[in-house]
């Protein structure tokens, strides 16, 4: 979840660094820090607690200047946000290190490295690894070797760099369970726990896989697997401009990335659909084999991405495809029936998610028909790992509420789900209906767009509101629940979601005059049993905030509504997620939170 930086050239890196942590600040925003080693040979570090622009000031206060440094952004683990605790961490004056990840025997380790006369100046466990380096740090040993070796020790996951002063001709790295990628420049080399913190010097990477280490000079990286052995990874050329990542006009990344879902759906789109047929040839020459075969869906994935997961069920098992969605942190632990000829399906935005990269893992012995992941990223472990990836194609997504990877995701599912219905005897007709829905999509959300000036005045009726409701029913529960996550994340109103059904067991007890009750009103087979527990809502008071279709007729009174015109029905919960996120971004922004970068929340998840 922190962010790492790292650089060697023959020129200040200072710079380097510093924009580096802020185009991964929404990695981790608790604190950060630099490790530069100076002309003189010697390491000056600078932390502070908060976000980059705190260490930025700190830094012009004293220029700090060096050809080898790295630098960090924390998001907290083990120990509160202070200075103490936040990285670079380092053991005296022989080595620095960044690290992220979790070191699970920490505790273990420290009690020996105490025992032995070191002493620990924060709570972290990644100071076990800085004094662990030391401590094996003999007369004329190889820095690499010594990395290796306390590595050996290490139980958890981690990408590390390291950096000695009295090695000043390179920066070891080493992955395990964490990115890491390397950026390769002619007069520089670099590295980073994300390739948008390197974008402006570059736009070739090597992607370490996991258990490698690298060897980063000035003229050149050499990479080892895990066993030691050198290894070639192949240098990537990113298509990913340095300005993707800008806010542009917006004032907020989430609002940016909210606005760009019809472009990002259109491109999601492109080259997959045409003339009212799906081309599954897209979906790569590994992909028809397994759907082939497929009898069945698991599907695993976290947050918002599992939501995504929840829609997708409704929609296999119209099409007669038995499916079972999971978290995939209660999924990993757990024993797993897998029925014959299941196939096992990821989301995830970053492709670093740590439970659903270690479900994937755990997955591979338990009998399923194959893996396929629906991620943003294409170089990401997640990816590299599964046998086919189908790509959202959604670009950076930089808000840590997760907006465009979300309706991305649904609409790379629905191709999914179009592919399997093939196969069970769709017709070319209806396939032809559904693949029209979906090119409708992105006007669609056009549309909706439109209507932000008309949410930003609904959002004034949640103004001192503590709690909120949000209701739903068959494909657009889920979506409920995706809005309720979307408000309590960023405004930190505590939202709720429930199936309507569900209100006389339970949730009705906390309906009154100060709880507002959120729910989309589709015109679909469910729309008078929606309607008939909303009367339920009114009858005690609560107060309605719904978003209908031009043709539903509420019949109730007291109530803000928007309409929604022309929606499609296969893809109305994609549609209908959009006013949802618009809410809970205006909400957010009348309470005057940080919209971005909300308390205690990054945006990858890459720790369990």
């Known amino acids: 979840m922190c962010g790492i930086v790292g650089a060697i050239a023959h020129r200040d890196v200072t710079p380097v660094l510093l924009e580096g942590l802020k185009r991964l600040e929404y990695r981790g925003y608790d604190s950060a820090g630099i490790a530069i080693r100076t002309a003189g040979g010697r390491l000056h570090r600078i932390r502070s607690v908060g976000k980059v622009a705190a260490l930025q000031q700190r830094l012009e206060q004293g220029a700090v200047q060096g050809d080898l440094g790295i630098a960090h952004t924390r998001w907290a683990t083990h120990g509160m946000p202070a200075e103490r605790n936040a990285h670079p961490h380092m053991s005296g004056e022989q080595v620095a290190i960044v690290h992220n990840g979790i070191i699970e025997n920490h505790a273990e380790l420290r009690h020996e490295l105490e025992s032995r006369g070191y002493v ?23 820095l690499m070797q010594v990395v290796r070796d306390a590595t050996e020790r290490l139980v958890g996951a981690y990408a590390l760099a390291v950096v000695n002063p009295d090695d000043p001709q390179r920066l070891i790295v080493a992955r395990a369970g964490s990115p890491l990628v390397v950026g390769v420049a002619d007069d520089a080399n670099y590295i980073a726990s994300d390739v948008f913190a390197l974008l402006p010097v570059t736009q070739r990477f090597i992607f370490l896989e996991e258990g490698d280490f690298a060897e980063v000079r000035r003229d050149g990286v050499s990479v080892f697997d895990s066993a030691g052995r050198a290894v070639e990874r192949p240098v990537r050329e990113s298509r990913l401009a340095a300005s993707t990542a800008d806010k542009g006009p917006y004032p907020h990344y989430m609002l940016k990335e909210i606005f760009e879902q019809p472009a990002v759906i259109a491109e999601t789109l492109e080259g997959r659909i045409y003339k009212g047929r799906l081309l599954e040839q897209s979906f790569g020459p590994e992909a028809k084999a397994l759907l082939d075969r497929t009898e069945a869906v698991h599907i695993i994935a976290c947050g918002t991405s599992y939501h995504a997961g929840l829609v997708t069920r409704y929609w296999l098992e119209e099409v007669g495809v038995p499916c079972s969605v999971e978290v995939a942190s209660e999924y990993r632990y757990r024993q797993v029936v897998v029925p014959d000829n299941t196939l096992f399906i990821t989301i995830s935005q970053s492709g670093e998610t740590a439970d659903t990269l270690a479900a994937l893992r755990g997955a591979r012995d338990t009998g399923y028909l194959g893996s396929l992941c629906i991620c943003n990223v294409p170089e990401s472990s997640l990816v590299r790992e599964s046998d086919v990836a189908l790509m959202t194609r959604a670009g950076p997504e930089i808000g840590v509420a997760s907006t465009k990877a979300f309706t991305t995701q649904l609409v790379a599912l629905r191709l999914v789900t179009l592919a399997l219905a093939r196969r069970r005897g769709m017709s070319p007709e209806r396939e032809k209906v559904l693949v029209d829905e979906l090119h409708a999509l992105p006007r669609q959300v056009e549309v909706v767009l439109e209507l932000s000036g008309k949410i930003r005045e609904m959002a004034n009726g949640f103004g001192g509101k503590q709690h909120a409701l949000f209701l739903g029913r068959g494909t657009f529960y889920p979506i409920a629940l995706e809005g309720a996550l979307k408000l309590k994340e960023i405004s930190y109103i505590h939202a709720e979601a429930y199936p309507a059904g569900e209100l006389k067991h339970g949730p009705l007890a906390l309906v009154d005059t100060n709880m507002p009750v959120v729910c989309a009103l589709p015109d679909d087979p469910l729309l008078e049993k929606v ?11 609560g107060e309605l905030f719904l978003f209908s279709d031009q043709s539903v007729n509420i019949g109730l009174d007291n109530y803000q509504n928007l309409i929604l015109a022309d929606i499609c029905p296969s893809t109305a919960p994609i549609v209908y997620s959009v006013p949802l996120q618009l809410l809970a971004y205006h909400v957010a922004v009348l309470k005057g939170t940080d919209v971005d970068q909300p308390r205690n929340l990054a945006k990858s998840v890459t720790v369990e």
């Open 120 to 142: 620990f100046t924060s709570e972290t466990d990644t100071e076990v690894i800085a004094h662990l380096l030391a401590s094996l740090m003999g007369e004329g040993r190889d």
């Open 531 to 541: 309607l008939s527990n909303l009367q339920e809502v009114r009858a005690r008071g």
